[in-house]
């Protein structure tokens, strides 16, 4: 799906003119290669494109961080819209589209400060890797500036059948927590997991269990924004749902165009955003150039901060109700009111 963002990206940038370089518009062409999924695979993919004018990342926060590695070695830029983990953002010659890793939960425990019925008492599910320890300090400390009592945090597999707590947050692995989901007795009044902000979470869990629970989400189509570089929301959509048509077969969780679709396109708009304010393709200088800039696109707000990771793009928090995904946080951007369980 992130490949496809990327191919619509440059062809909708072709069709719209392309970039002006030193008075001559440039139609951006794009080379696709298979990194294999490992870090030798990427790589050598790395090592073949490194004649090109402008580098995208890989899918995955792993491959991202060796990636941030090469451009290291190479004084290149790689425009991350696949790496999410904090450290990875903080790789000095990765410009990254996407919130961080410690903003997922974060955002969710914003969206419910104040309203959980009952209390705050928050039990964090948190896988044992990067991620995991990055979404649960962020949680912790949101949930701690919103006077919540984090009760414990322990790996998804220690989550007891019945959740003494009034918010249960999941940040494994997508198995760990759709393992979860499967066999949780009683529901506490809130229910957040990471992997609920793709349509494949309702396919795995069941509509039933899917019902209610919560989850960060960098993009979703029901986001109306006023973009003030690049297309419109409404554009990007029709052409990406063209793209992704054979995919978006209707399920559980709807014909819907998910988030990394959305974020890789990002990344190809703030790219050749950067190429037009510096009139060229000079690394340092699109660097620079992207480190300044501050702006909207149909992805959302983009702004890096003093430490490399991307501060000024909101999260938006979802709800599954009544089979579908719904916007329900921030406040500003909700569809729906936040739908919490009963009593159990």
Not at 193 to 209: D, H, T, Y
């Amino acid at each position: 799906m992130a490949a496809a963002g990327l191919v619509q990206a440059v062809d909708d940038a072709r069709r719209a003119g392309g970039v002006t370089v030193d008075g001559r518009s440039l139609l951006p062409r794009l080379a696709l290669l298979d990194d294999g999924g490992t870090a030798k695979g990427l790589r050598h993919a790395l090592d073949l494109l490194s004649g090109a004018d402008l580098l995208v990342g890989p899918y995955g926060s792993g491959l991202a961080a060796e990636a941030g590695r090469w451009a290291a070695e190479q004084g290149r830029v790689v425009w991350n819209h696949g790496g999410s983990a904090d450290e990875v953002e903080m790789l000095p010659w990765l410009v990254s589209v996407a919130s961080p890793t410690s903003r997922y939960l974060a955002a969710v425990v914003d969206a419910l400060s104040g309203s959980v019925p009952g209390g705050g008492r928050v039990l964090i599910g948190a896988g044992t890797g990067s991620f995991g320890r990055a979404a649960a300090r962020g949680a912790t400390e949101s949930a701690a500036a919103a006077g919540m009592d984090v009760v414990g945090v322990v790996p998804p597999a220690e989550i007891p059948d019945t959740v003494d707590a009034d918010v249960l947050l999941l940040a494994g692995s997508f198995d760990e927590d759709v393992a979860v989901l499967r066999r949780l007795r009683s529901r506490p009044r809130a229910l957040a997991a990471v992997a609920g902000g793709l349509r494949e979470f309702a396919e795995a869990v069941g509509a039933r269990r899917a019902e209610g629970v919560l989850a960060p989400s960098q993009w979703e189509e029901g986001l109306r924004l006023r973009p003030d570089v690049g297309p419109r929301g409404v554009e990007v959509l029709r052409t990406l749902r063209f793209r992704l048509a054979p995919g978006l077969a209707p399920g559980s969780g709807g014909a819907h165009v998910e988030y990394p679709a959305a974020q890789a396109y990002a990344a190809v708009v703030i790219a050749l955003r950067c190429v037009a304010e510096t009139g060229g393709f000079d690394d340092e200088a699109l660097l620079a150039a992207a480190r300044a800039l501050r702006c909207t696109t149909f992805f959302g707000r983009f702004g890096l901060g003093p430490d490399g990771r991307q501060t000024d793009h909101a999260l938006v928090v979802v709800q599954w109700q009544n089979g579908a995904k719904c916007i329900v946080g921030p406040p500003g951007l909700a569809e729906q009111a936040v739908a919490f369980s009963s009593s159990e």
